[in-house]
């Protein structure tokens, strides 16, 4: 016979679909801070996923440019990672890293087999990408023994305590007092940076920062390949290696911020660090590590992380087995699907048809980015280079209700960003561009 518990067991947990109820409960339950951050006027809400699309509570059917925040890289609900996790999390739910599993020291060795060769790499788990910069900044300075940290302006690290110190986008940075010692350098923004095109004018700034705003002896400092809540400014060539020369000059790490562009988002390699003729000494990774399973990594030189030999550091849910079964999953469809490739070859059309848009629209002041990294930026006056956010705004409430999912992001939230998952193909193309074009032409309509 069996018991009021088992029989609970055996009754599914009730789930309601109903828009207004699901509404209320958020409003009612969620903390501000999590409660916040909602894009479109009206919420919207997703029933399921499927490769590169996903379906709302009504079963309307859209593409997914978006990745649900770049944590999607290899498709929604992709077999080969749901299998994975089905099998792990039917064995072991969890193992401490205070104890010996198989599955997360597999995944650590092949991260590392990754990087760079030549270098003998090791890797600790985190529960984010935001844990692992807390990480790395702490990693660098206790190597180094020096404290001075440069950043970017316009960057994004994060958003816990210390990484949205880090942090150069005045959105994410709360108005409390924040971790010391960083300091920031103007970012190499082609279209809109404060020296306007070039790498060596935001080398020679980084050369002033450096002098006139720390010590003169760095523990690193932090950079994204691709910014990208920052409106998906890519690093010119040139920038990252000439910033970590001087970095190194001045006794710092090189630390670079995988998290939105790694994992073949801008189709050129694995790592975006690699088209830039660096070696990191330190390399942040998240989002779309375990594809969409939380989970986050620091991958550092050896002789580098043990600096901290000594103290246990922490995070209770890094390398749990099933995350870490997400991501060896994740490796390997990338591997045998060729999606690196296929970023590289669906991100550059879409990228030649979203500047045909530019041609029709005035209003499109730029089209940047690579592989499936890619932004529109909206102006006023191309001239002036204006911002254009109340328009912004529009046209990206239109995408939604022409089937797309995106985000409006940038200083000046002028900037449409588009990062999909890796598996959105060439017959997708057509759609995303036909939808963007009547979201432009309503716009245009309605004024």
Known sequence: MKSTADANHDSPLAVSWDRDEIIRLRDTYYATTQRAFVPYKKPLILKRGQGQ??????????????????????????????????????????????FYHPVPAHFAEELAATMPAGHEWVVHFTNSGSEAVDLALMMARAYTKNSDVVSLRNSYHGAT??????????????????IPNITFAAEPNQYRGIFGEGTDPYLDDLDRTISYTTSGKLAGMIIETVQGYGGIIPMPPGYMKGAFDRVRAAGGLAIVDEVQSGFCKTGEAMWGFEAEEVVPDI?????????????????????VADAMDGKFLFHTYGANPVACAAGRAVLQVIAQEGLQENA?????????????????????????????????ELVKDRVTKEP????????????????????????????????????????????????????????????
């Not at 305590?161 to 005045?170: F, H, K, P, R, W």
Request: proline share 4%; with cysteine.
């Open 53 to 98: 699309y996903i379906w709302d509570e009504h079963d309307k059917r859209l593409i997914d440019l978006l990745g649900m925040n770049l944590c999607i890289s290899v498709g929604h609900s992709h077999p080969a990672v749901v299998r994975a996790v089905q099998e792990q999390v039917a064995q072991l739910t969890h193992c401490t890293t205070m």
């Open 161 to 178: 305590y210390g990484a949205q110190g880090a942090t150069g986008v005045q959105g994410f940075r709360h108005n409390v007092g924040q």
């Open 344 to 376: 590289k070859k669906v991100g550059a059309e879409l990228k030649t048809r979203l500047l045909e848009l530019k041609e029709k629209y005035p209003i499109i002041g730029d089209v940047r980015g690579k592989g499936f990294m890619l932004a529109i």
């Open 388 to 447: 254009a956010p109340e328009e912004t705004e529009f046209v990206f409430e239109r995408t939604r209700e022409h089937g797309l999912v995106m985000s409006k992001s940038g200083t000046y939230r002028n900037v449409l960003r588009m990062v999909p998952p890796l598996c959105l193909s060439m017959d997708d193309v057509e759609p995303v561009v036909q939808a963007m074009d009547r979201s432009f032409s309503d716009l245009m309509a309605k004024n």
């Open 283 to 303: 390399i942040i990774l998240g989002k779309g590590i375990g594809n969409g399973i939380p989970l986050g990594a620091l991958v550092a030189k050896k002789h």
